[in-house]
């Protein structure tokens, strides 16, 4: 797992957003986004492409974790509640994995544990 948590440690976009990755694991893994007040919209409220950009880094390393480069073909992402305040988990793990397609579920939780929002991803393993 130390490839994945090298390679992930140096996604600039995410350390630009506050992403940090807190574990990774076969099929799976877990990142946190401590909210600033530049993440959020004109409503104040998390502004849902923050929310996304932590769900799919979560995707993309518990997709990366089996020592294939993996990459997204498609993904959706469905925002249940709006998010202001404190920090945001998303917790990524495997639903169904073949030689060629990886298919990933993030829950997005609050501190509270509501759920946030809900993205599920279709990644390509590459040979």
Not at 13 to 33: R, W
Not at 59 to 88: C, P
Request: hydrophobic content about 45%.
């Amino acid at each position: 797992m130390d490839h994945v948590r090298h390679m992930f440690e140096h996604d600039l976009f995410a350390k630009h957003a506050g992403i940090e990755l807190i574990s990774v694991s076969p099929g799976q893994a877990t990142a946190k986004m401590s909210l600033q007040p530049w993440h959020l919209n004109g409503v104040n409220t998390v502004q849902g492409g923050a929310i996304f950009t932590l769900a799919d880094f979560a995707f993309a390393a518990a997709a990366n974790s089996r020592d294939k480069v993996a990459v997204a073909v498609n993904v959706s992402i469905t925002f249940m509640k709006a998010a202001t305040t404190g920090t945001l988990t998303a917790e990524a793990r495997e639903v169904a994995l073949n030689p060629k397609l990886g298919t990933y579920t993030v829950n997005v939780t609050d501190e509270q544990g509501s759920l946030i929002a809900i993205f599920q991803g279709l990644a390509y393993r590459k040979s």
